[in-house]
């Protein structure tokens, strides 16, 4: 493969002027553009590709297309990018955890990065009670585990989620996620999905839906069966939309009523996007799973 070294210069968000190569930036030894040898040679089981651009970097707040134009980056790479790219601190503490204990397994001892980062993590988020963190590859293991989790707590086996959801992509949280890029694969068996309300496309209202939510425990969704509620404070891929005043309290206090755990899914929100570090937080609510995950990638790394 021709590697190319391009030397872009570019004037760095963090008044750093960086010269970098790029590596197999631009086409290969067939003359193809990246779009073509992507498909060539990458699956097409995960692809949303929502514009046609093609990256070979970035760099702060900008990503670089093939060809060397820089744009400046409004997706923070849906989440894991919040801080942007290559800050030299997040680099620094990076470089750090690769020199230092980076192949230590926590399955099998304790971890001195992994422990302090739990004992953070449980400072920084409010809750009662005996509490403990689970350090999984990614949002969808979070929520497959909380679903094992729950399961085995509580002894019930349905779940309750909302249409529009994503919970993510492995066997679990798939199951009980309700996007509609998702109706390929079928709902876990006793799944109970509800219309999410949306205050402004108002197909369900919030008092339309705790009915219905009260009419499938009064009939076929018995409460006693039901392990956990997934939410998303914020729903995110299902059009970020911000439930109306008081829904989530309406739910809470029936999960409360009925046992039922609440695992508050907010890989997609982050953390502090929502004015809150925990979106929960504004609603003031204590659940019993918080699942986060893609910003981590960033925020972690670059506290330590
Ligand atoms: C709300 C929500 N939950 C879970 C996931 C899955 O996270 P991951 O892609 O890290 O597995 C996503 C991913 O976009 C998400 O938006």
């Known amino acids: 493969m021709r590697s190319c070294h391009g030397e872009t210069g570019l004037q760095g968000t963090f008044g750093v002027k960086h010269e970098f190569a790029i590596e197999h930036a631009g086409q290969g030894m067939s003359g193809e553009s990246l779009r073509e040898r992507d498909a060539r040679v990458i699956a097409n089981i995960a692809r949303l590709r929502f514009s046609p651009l093609s990256l070979i970097g970035g760099r702060g707040n900008r990503l670089i297309e093939e060809g060397g134009r820089e744009l400046l980056d409004l997706s923070a790479s849906f989440g894991p990018a919040i801080l942007g790219y290559s800050h030299p601190a997040i680099m620094h503490a990076v470089t750090q955890a690769c020199a230092n204990m980076a192949g230590a397994s926590l399955l099998a001892y304790p971890n001195e990065n992994a422990?302090?980062?739990?004992?953070?993590?449980?400072?920084?988020?409010?809750?009662?009670?005996?509490?403990?963190?689970?350090?999984?590859?990614?949002?969808?293991?979070?929520?497959?585990?909380?679903?094992?989790v729950v399961e085995a707590a509580t002894g019930r086996s349905r779940f309750i989620s909302f249409i529009g959801s994503y919970h993510g992509n492995l066997s679990g949280s798939m199951s009980i996620s309700g996007h509609t890029a998702m109706t390929h694969t079928l709902p876990r068996a006793g799944l109970l999905l509800l219309p999410y309300p949306n205050p402004y496309r108002p197909t369900f209202s919030a008092s339309n839906v705790l009915a219905l939510l009260d009419y499938q425990f009064a009939t076929t969704c018995p409460p006693t069966q039901v392990a956990a509620i997934f939410i998303e404070p914020l729903m995110a891929d299902g059009g970020l939309i911000v439930p109306p005043p008081g829904f989530l309290a309406a739910i809470q206090a029936r999960c409360r009523r009925h046992g039922i755990q609440i695992i508050v899914d907010e890989v997609k929100v982050g953390l502090a996007r929502s004015?809150?570090?925990?979106?929960?937080?504004?609603?003031?609510?204590?659940?019993?799973?918080?699942?986060?995950?893609?910003?981590?990638?960033?925020v972690c790394r670059s506290r330590r």
Not at 121 to 139: A, D, N, Y
Not at 278 to 289: L, V
Request: with cysteine; aromatic share 12%.
């Open 115 to 148: 422990v302090a980062l739990a004992e953070e993590l449980l400072r920084l988020t409010p809750g009662s009670g005996e509490r403990r963190v689970w350090f999984g590859h990614s949002g969808s293991d979070a929520n497959d585990c909380a679903m094992r």
């Open 275 to 298: 004015g809150k570090l925990h979106c929960f937080q504004q609603k003031g609510w204590s659940p019993t799973w918080w699942s986060s995950a893609r910003d981590w990638a960033a």
